[in-house]
């Protein structure tokens, strides 16, 4: 028996999460699902010094990230 029209969609199940924010904005804490929160730091420039269970990115002198707490690199044209 064939289907009279598009097959229903499937939608992925909702993921919970909490945020929670510095005085100055930068979100210092998420927790997804009720698991255990990733943190971050950042310092007076605002950049992210830290990230919980991760590697800390990294700028150059002009404050551009150059590593991600992933790894992954990026390279700005001047």
């Known amino acids: 028996m064939c289907h009279p029209g598009p097959l229903p969609t499937r939608r992925p199940r909702p ?9 100055l904005g930068n979100w210092d804490s998420l927790t997804t699902d009720g698991g255990s ?3 971050r730091t950042h310092n007076k420039q605002n950049e992210i010094t830290a990230v919980s269970g991760a590697t800390s990115p990294t700028f150059d002198a002009n404050g551009n990230m150059t590593t991600d707490e992933t790894g992954k690199q990026y390279v700005y044209d001047a």
């Open 37 to 39: 929160p990733q943190t």
């Open 15 to 23: 993921r919970p999460q909490a945020w929670d924010f510095d005085a």
